[in-house]
């Protein structure tokens, strides 16, 4: 048989296998529908444990690689929760008859948060000088709005935001109001001033990016700011989702952001700096292609193309910032001091140092 002709058969089996998945997606949609009007649970891990397995089994039978069945039934298994999450979360209609504020809403964690409110029946509104992608209503000042919508979001860069909450304070909404930064102690005067001002308010830190469709296995940290109703008001918002919900302190947050957030950007932006320093273009290290190069170099490639804005102000204003970075510049000391020595036996007991902090298995 001529390649063309071996090519046409590929393409037939293609097309059956979008048409299978298709019919997939539609008996998940009826399975979603089940799940809601029966108050079933959107994920169910056992399920998915067995699901997998048995894909696992049938490749082996078929002389199919079976890591190669798993990726393949695990993209369609989140392709399934995410059409399954989104439906319950519109089937609340929560905001049904209500109105919210995004303030920054042009940029993208403030239209993820614009879009996420209006699945839930909120009528959205829009604040910010930039002129949004979205479809939402738009004023360029928020102070122009009269604030009487039942949820006002700050989604401001961090600077802006501390300034945001202050000019609030002074005009005294009775929404639920919340800012989403990913720093909190630069917010301590504004979130106060709320407070005194008997505002129903609370800080809340979604962690993941503004690209994200499935929430499970994602989480939203919570920082009650002194009015704990407010607070359970904002965690409500994610009660159809299967997002992990966490409450911590507003100092906790900031000292434990500085490493999550701060030292792993740090890391990045090293490793990129480093790279455009050394004279050796990306396409021909590329090349060579070592697991831990190209998962580190995807990794950077992201945080390169991010908001520089932002990734500053994380550096920057966060009082618990300098500690970390202090410990990579000894980290990476150390790390010189041991092979300009030749130190074996010290960098095998820092490897296992690091092994046993992680919580690893010798190799």
Same mark, same amino acid.
């Given at each position: 048989?001529?390649?063309?002709?071996?090519?046409?058969?590929?393409?037939?089996?293609? #097309? &059956?296998?979008?048409? %299978?998945? $298709?019919? @997939? !997606?539609?008996?998940? +949609?009826?399975?979603?529908?089940?799940?809601?009007?029966?108050?079933?649970?959107?994920?169910?891990?056992? #399920? &998915?444990?067995?699901? %997998?397995? $048995?894909? @696992? !089994?049938?490749?082996? +039978?078929?002389?199919?690689?079976?890591?190669?069945?798993?990726?393949?039934?695990?993209?369609?298994?989140?392709?399934?929760?995410?059409?399954?999450?989104?439906? @319950?979360?519109?089937?609340?209609?929560?905001?049904?008859?209500?109105?919210?504020?995004?303030?920054?809403?042009?940029?993208?964690?403030?239209?993820?948060?614009?879009?996420?409110?209006?699945?839930?029946?909120?009528?959205?509104?829009?604040?910010?000088?930039?002129?949004?992608?979205?479809?939402?209503?738009?004023?360029?000042?928020?102070?122009?709005?009269?604030?009487?919508?039942?949820?006002?979001?700050?989604?401001?860069?961090?600077?802006?935001?501390?300034?945001?909450?202050?000019?609030?304070?002074?005009?005294?909404?009775?929404?639920?109001?919340?800012?989403?930064?990913?720093?909190?102690?630069?917010?301590?005067?504004?979130?106060?001033?709320?407070?005194?001002?008997?505002?129903?308010?609370?800080?809340?830190?979604?962690?993941?990016?503004?690209?994200?469709?499935?929430?499970?296995?994602?989480?939203?940290?919570?920082?009650?700011?002194?009015?704990?109703?407010?607070?359970?008001?904002?965690?409500?918002?994610?009660?159809?989702?299967?997002?992990?919900?966490?409450?911590?302190?507003?100092?906790?947050?900031?000292?434990?952001?500085?490493?999550?957030?701060?030292?792993?950007?740090?890391?990045?932006?090293?490793?990129?700096?480093?790279?455009?320093?050394?004279?050796?273009?990306?396409?021909?290290?590329?090349?060579?292609?070592?697991?831990?190069?190209?998962?580190?170099?995807?990794?950077?490639?992201?945080?390169?193309?991010?908001?520089?804005?932002?990734?500053?102000?994380?550096?920057?204003?966060?009082?618990?910032?300098?500690?970390?970075?202090?410990?990579?510049?000894?980290?990476?000391?150390?790390?010189?001091?041991?092979?300009?020595?030749?130190?074996?036996?010290?960098?095998?007991?820092?490897?296992?140092?690091?092994?046993?902090?992680?919580?690893?298995?010798?190799?």
């Amino acid at each position: 048989m001529s390649l063309d002709k071996l090519r046409k058969r590929l393409s037939t089996v293609d #097309r &059956e296998l979008i048409s %299978l998945i $298709a019919r @997939r !997606q539609k008996i998940v +949609a009826e399975i979603g529908v089940h799940k809601i009007s029966t108050g079933t649970a959107t994920r169910d891990y056992a #399920r &998915e444990r067995d699901v %997998l397995e $048995a894909t @696992r !089994q049938q490749a082996q +039978a078929l002389g199919l690689e079976p890591d190669v069945a798993e990726q393949i039934m695990r993209a369609l298994i989140r392709s399934s929760l995410t059409h399954q999450e989104r439906t @319950r979360v519109a089937a609340e209609n929560s905001g049904a008859g209500k109105e919210a504020l995004i303030i920054g809403g042009a940029g993208k964690m403030g239209g993820w948060m614009a879009e996420f409110l209006a699945s839930q029946g909120f009528e959205v509104q829009i604040a910010d000088s930039e002129e949004s992608k979205l479809s939402f209503s738009r004023i360029p000042d928020w102070q122009d709005s009269d604030l009487q919508q039942e949820i006002i979001v700050v989604a401001a860069p961090i600077k802006a935001t501390a300034n945001i909450l202050q000019g609030l304070a002074k005009r005294r909404p009775s929404g639920l109001v919340f800012d989403v930064s990913s720093l909190k102690t630069p917010l301590k005067k504004g979130l106060k001033a709320l407070v005194k001002a008997g505002c129903r308010v609370t800080s809340i830190h979604p962690m993941f990016g503004p690209d994200t469709r499935l929430l499970s296995g994602r989480h939203v940290i919570f920082v009650d700011v002194g009015v704990p109703a407010a607070t359970e008001e904002a965690r409500a918002l994610f009660g159809s989702t299967m997002v992990e919900l966490i409450s911590m302190g507003l100092a906790e947050h900031d000292r434990l952001i500085a490493y999550v957030l701060g030292l792993s950007h740090a890391l990045n932006l090293a490793f990129f700096t480093a790279l455009a320093g050394s004279g050796e273009l990306v396409p021909h290290l590329r090349r060579l292609s070592s697991t831990t190069f190209d998962a580190q170099l995807d990794v950077a490639s992201r945080v390169a193309t991010d908001n520089p804005q932002l990734y500053f102000e994380i550096q920057t204003l966060n009082e618990y910032g300098k500690a970390p970075l202090e410990a990579l510049r000894e980290a990476t000391g150390r790390i010189q001091e041991l092979v300009e020595t030749n130190d074996e036996e010290g960098f095998v007991a820092l490897m296992e140092a690091g092994r046993a902090y992680l919580d690893l298995p010798d190799s």
